[in-house]
């Protein structure tokens, strides 16, 4: 038997409703966040649980709800610093003694955000991004 079912409003505290999992072509997290002075400070985000600084412009982006595989995409803009300064944010890259690749895993991603003058790591003051995946 199929049928269609119609509503204006799915509330749902848990499950894959909760985490947009269960919908296909949307964000399955975000967020914006201030890393000025070595303090990161969430000002807006969904599926996020924490940001950790672990050097300077090198942040762990830790999901509240695990992704369902690890190949997901994060994208993340360019920001404007000060005069023609500006900073990318780069996604799966860390720091472990040098900037280098950091493969992402389903509860956690590394992003970098570095400067386009010079390519060295910097805490800007807003970072945002965005998980995109099926």
Not at 96 to 102: F, S
Not at 114 to 121: L, P, R, Y
């Amino acid at each position: 038997m199929a049928g269609t079912i119609v509503a204006n409003t799915i509330n749902t505290d848990t499950g894959l409703f909760s985490t947009q999992n269960a919908y296909s072509g949307i964000a399955k997290a975000w967020a914006q966040f201030t890393a000025t002075g070595g303090t990161v400070t969430i000002n807006g985000s969904f599926n996020i649980s924490s940001i950790t600084r672990s050097s300077t412009g090198i942040y762990v982006i830790n999901f509240t709800t695990a992704m369902a595989n690890a190949n997901y995409s994060v994208v993340a803009p360019t920001t404007f610093v000060s005069g023609s300064n500006y900073v990318v944010a780069v996604p799966f890259i860390s720091s472990g003694g040098g900037v280098t690749t950091a493969v992402p895993t389903t509860s956690s991603f590394y992003l970098a955000t570095v400067t386009i003058s010079s390519g060295a790591v910097y805490d800007p003051t807003y970072v945002q991004f965005a998980v995109l995946s099926s």
